[in-house]
Structure formats: C-alpha cells, structure tokens
C-alpha cells in the first residue's frame, strides 16, 4: 500500500515535472530597451496579461538604452534573442524586418486599432507592410516648477516674447536656474532644444513632408531661425551648462533648483518619484505664427522574433498590446508614454493629461530627422545632436548650422540634390 | 629525448595557448580584416569590395573628415600619456625606491589603486568632480581664490580632449611606476655602492647610473602605452557618449569605430565600413610597434649583472 502510495507520488511528481516543462514551453522573453520600467512590466503590465492566459508566462528583460541597438542586433544575429522584440521606430526596426528578423503582423486583429501615422514608424516604404505593433509615443515640451512660479508670481507663457520674458524674470530673481538643459550630451541639445520648439517653425508634418520631398531645404528661414531662438537660451541656462549631463539636468530640476524644464514627456514619472510640483506648457508661438504644432513621437512599437520557438503565444501577446486594456495601463502606468492606439483613455496624472491634451489643440508631428532622412552618412540625427549643441554653446552661428545639416543631407539625399 | 617524445611535450605545453589564441585572438583578427574587403547589402548579403571600403574611408570627405579627425586626436591622447603620465610615472617610481621612506606600501597600493578600479566608475567620479553644478573641483579652486580659473573643462571644444586624457593619465599612471620601481628595484646595491664611493650624490646616481639601466623598461612602457593608446575607447565613451563630442573633439579611433561598426540612435551599424575601421587602427598599431623595435630597440643597451 505505502509503496504503491509513493509511486502515485513519484508519478504525480514527474507528471508535475512534464507539466511545468510544458509551461515553461509557453514563456515569452521580451527584449527592451526600457530598463526605467522594469518595475511597471513586472508589477502591472506583465501580472494583468497573465491573469487574463493563465498558461503563458512573460518575462521582461531589458538591456541599457545605449546598448540596446547594438546588443540586440547581435543576439538576433547569433539566434538568441527573445521571442517579443520592443521596437525602435523607424530605419532600425525597418532594417530588421528586411533582414528578416521581424515578421509581418498586418493579420492581427488590433492593429485595426492604431492610425497609419501610429503605424507609419514600423511600416514599409511602400505602406503595406506593418512589422511591430505602436505601442507609446512621446511628446515634447517645457516642465515647470509650480511653487517657484507661485513664489515669483509668474503665469504659463504662451508665446515666445513672454517664454523669455518669464526667463528674465527668474534671473533676476537668481535663485533658481531658469530653464533646465545641458549640452555635455548633444541628444538633449537636438531632442529637448531643436525638435521640441521647430514644429512650430516649420509647420509640423509640412514641413517635415517637404524635406523629404525635397522641395524643403534645411537652409530655410524656418530652420535657421529655430537655431537663432535656441542660441538665446544659453544666457538662461545653469551655470556651466557645457559640462551638464542629462541625469544632472534632471536632478537640477527634481531637486528644485531649476524653473522651467525642457522636457520629454517621459521625463513625468523621474519627477514625480522626486515628488516635483510640476505644471506643463507646450511650446510657446513664435511671433506671427497663429496655430501650434507639437512633436508627438512615434517611439515604441512591439513585434515578433522570426524565430521564436512559441509564435502563437507571442501572436497572442501582440494582440493584448494592441487592446484598450493594455492602452489604459501603459498611459496611467507609465505617465508620460502616451498610447498610440485609438482607444480612448483616460489619465490619471494630471501633468500627463496636460501634454495628451495639446493633441486636441494642436497639430502633432515626429520629429523631422527619424524617416528616411537618417538613412546616409553623414547621419542627419547625428549632425543635429552636433550641430544642435554648438549653436546652444555659442561656438556656432544659427546659419552655419542650417548649411552643415543641409550639405550633410545633399550629400546622400537625391532629393535634395536637385 | 625521441623526438616523438618531444613533439608531444611540446603539444601538451603549447598547445592549449596556441589553440585559445587562435580563437580568441588571431582569428577574430583575420576576420576582422576579411570583412574589411567586403561591403554589406541591405539584404544582409555580402559584395566583395575589395580596397572599396579603404578608398571610401580615405578618400571620401564625408568618411576621411572623421577619421582624420579621429586620428589627430588618438595622437594628441598618445602624446599627452607620453609627456604627462611616463615621467610621473618614473617620478614616482624614483621616490619609491628611496632608500628611506616610510609608508613605502601605502604610496605605492593608493597610486596603483584607479589602476583597477572600472573605468566606468572613474569616468562617473571624475565628472562629478569636475561639475560645474554639484563639483568639488570649482570651491577647492574657489577656497585658494583662483575660482575664475574654472571652467566646464569637459563640455568646451578647446579642453575637452586634454581633460579626459588627463583623466586617463591620473586612472593609468600606476602601471609604469609599479614596472618601473621593479626595474629599479632589481638594480644591484653594489653599483649603487661603488657610485657612491666614485663620489655621486643620490641625483647623480640615479642619472647616470641607474636610469640607463632602466631604459629598456622605460621602452616597454612607451611601446604599451601607444598600444593602450590607440585601442583606448572605453573611458570616452563612458564620459562623453559614442558622438565624442563638442563638435568630436573627444573623438578617437575607438569611438569611431564603435560608432561605425555598432551605430549610434539613427545610424544604423556598418560592419564591413567597421572592419575597415579597425583594420587600419591595427595598421597604425603595427607601424607604431615595427618603428619602436628597429628604430629604438635594438639601441637599447641591456647590462645583466
């Protein structure tokens, strides 16, 4: 009797062993460049995905952002990237699916969900094919810090001449730095400086659409004077600004040390653990311009490996993504990664809302560097950061770099050699 | 001993360095500079190019501007490690070996120390010294008075470069002194002796006698440095991203070739463009080694005691 008891136990056991093989059959690794949100995936995204498929099992595994390129192209290449593959947007991912790493995913039943401009960062040339879902966007504009505004009696600009009329007021005052930047990292110089005030200056998805045409020239008024606004912040920045990294940016302002941020709207949730004050304005109008133009970047889309050993179970997770479900998660979860699809979401983070709310006020766009234009050498997005930093630095005239990103571009560009 | 025998002691020895060599070091090497000579498709496919890639490189203003560029600075790094970081390091070796010094160990592991601390963390500490916001560097120079001589020496065009290869300098400056000392320390107390009965005072000992005795280690620090040199990348990158800027004036050959190979936000990776990149890095090393040995060391006396 006892023996037969424990062969019924060794059975069950081995039977257990089979069954948790099996599950573990069902697990999807996913790779992302998202290691701020790690936390968000394993505590909310992932646990609400898995409640609904008992039997599929997610893991999160991000690499450092800076790596994430480089890192990934070689694990796909060697056959050892996970099954969900998180999404750059644009020439990167596209280069992927050419090579055939990402597969098509037209035939999901949510991509119904998303607009063509959502879709337009993981999509072909041509505009058939579409190879990772749109998951978040991300939208520029200035942070501000409420109590400082209160202490010096300051209101939102909402035009240029009062943006730097409410800067002039902050230093004179000299307790706080007035608007947050550093140029030590070129990227915040050409993200948070060139394409979170430029739509303005060239007229969103108009303008962009023109230089890619080729009947624009980044020698336009439009560009030069978008650099000869820039040029007028370095007076207003932290001392030593040359120097400033991007974490220094964010702890001057988190600290409370700093007035007026000029942002991503990813930058939200780093403020909000710092428990910040915060209000938000969109960029101010540039004299004479009457409608306003946002950036609101296409930056993360989801896809599938080629390879992976469990595509139905990823085909499934795909699906999810693209659900309201998952809409509303990632836009309370992750205040300041805006959802892409159409589903209508409501936030709970005010300053988040403030941003998705300059949707309805005003005409978005991408930034003018991410399609196609960055696809020859020399990189038009590496030449922005560049070029971006010397005119903030004063070590660059706004005309000369308006000449350096057009010559880089007809270099390459048949378009703009006409 | 049968030379059968003989063959197989020789495997046994030998060969596991040869095999882990060739398959960490000389292969990636071989592959490195076939790939050079092929140019990659949008397929993924591959077109051999022959010297295509080297003329591009060379030739193309769009491809030489960086890598002259690159180049110039890789040499300005180099000279500055030659002209700053060697004569500390024989400085300090110097002291060391002074005959009578206390804390002998002391001096010796905190100067060895950022040797083999991550360069990462150097890179970290060192910009948070140097920070114009949170820095300790602009009140230490503010407390003797000399606070208008600071600057955000990191972020400006015209000292960039210099400051991080100082850094580099302060990180590395224990390796030649540790060689050094112990190429001092194995001179014979006799020859020190007798110099000092020939009437030398301890300069005039160290000038005459034992520094041309310690030439040959001074030589193997020179050829390591320039080697360490121009394959250096990681602290740069660490501090000033793979753009290298301002305006790529933190620029060397290893940021540019991880840009290149790897890519950087928008720019996608050129393996074959890389490879090339790395191939003449490899041709400037070798020209660099082959000239110290024909030209330097075979001048080099040695003593054996």
Known sequence: MLIKGLKALLLGAAAAIALSGAASAGTLTIESWRNDDAQIWKDKIIPAFEKAHPDIKIEFTPTAPKEYNAALNAKLEGGTAGDIITCRPFDASLELFNKGFLVPLNDLSTMGNFSDVARSAWTTDDGKTTFCVPMASVIHGFIYNKDIFKELGLTEPRTEEEFFAVLEKIKANGAYVPLVLGTNDQWEAATMGFQNIGPNYWKGEEGRKALIAGTGRLTDPAYVSTFATLAKWAPYLGDGFKAQTYPDSQNLFGLGKGAIYAAGSWDISTFRAQKVNMGAFKPPLPAGAAECYISDHTDIGIGMNAKTKNPGDAKVFLEWIGSEEFANILGNELPGFFPLSNAKVTLSDDVAQTFVNWRAECKSTIRNSYQILSRGTPNLENEMWNVSAQVINGAMTPDAAARQLQDGLAKWYAPQQK | ?305
């Open chain 2, 1 to 305: 001993m049968p030379q059968g025998a003989y063959l197989r002691l020789l495997l046994f020895f030998l060969g596991p360095a040869v095999l882990v060599y060739t398959l960490f070091s000389i292969y990636p090497l071989l592959a490195t500079i076939l790939n050079s000579f092929y140019s990659r498709q949008s397929d993924g496919s591959h077109l051999w190019a022959g010297l295509g890639n080297f003329h591009t490189l060379l030739l193309d203003p769009t491809w030489s501007g960086p890598f002259w560029n690159a180049l110039k600075n890789n040499v300005i790094f180099f000279l500055i490690h030659m002209s700053v970081q060697n004569p500390i390091g024989l400085l300090l070796a110097a002291l060391l070996s002074l005959p009578r010094l206390r804390f002998r160990a002391t001096y010796r592991t905190l100067i060895f120390m950022p040797t083999m601390l991550s360069v990462v963390v150097i890179g970290f500490v060192w910009q948070l010294i140097l920070s114009p916001l949170w820095g300790i560097a602009r009140m230490f120079l503010n407390f003797f008075g000399l606070g208008f001589l600071f600057a955000p020496w990191l972020g400006v065009e015209s000292s960039a470069l210099i400051t991080v290869s100082l850094i580099s300098v302060w990180q590395f400056v224990g390796i030649p002194m540790i060689l050094i000392y112990t190429a001092l320390l194995a001179i014979p107390d006799e020859l020190i002796d007798a110099a000092t009965v020939d009437g030398l005072n301890q300069f005039q000992a160290f000038m005459w006698v034992k520094l041309p005795l310690i030439w040959p280690t001074i030589g193997l620090v020179s050829i390591l440095t320039f080697v360490n040199n121009f394959n250096a990348f990681d602290l740069i990158y660490a501090m000033k991203g793979a753009l290298a800027g301002p305006n790529f004036s933190t620029d060397i050959m290893g940021t540019l070739f991880y840009r290149t190979f790897f890519g950087n936000q928008l720019q996608l990776g050129n393996p074959a463009m890389g490879s090339a990149i790395a191939t003449m890095m490899l041709i400037i090393i070798l020209i660099g080694v082959m000239a110290y040995l024909f030209l330097v060391q075979r001048r080099i006396q040695r003593y054996s005691f």
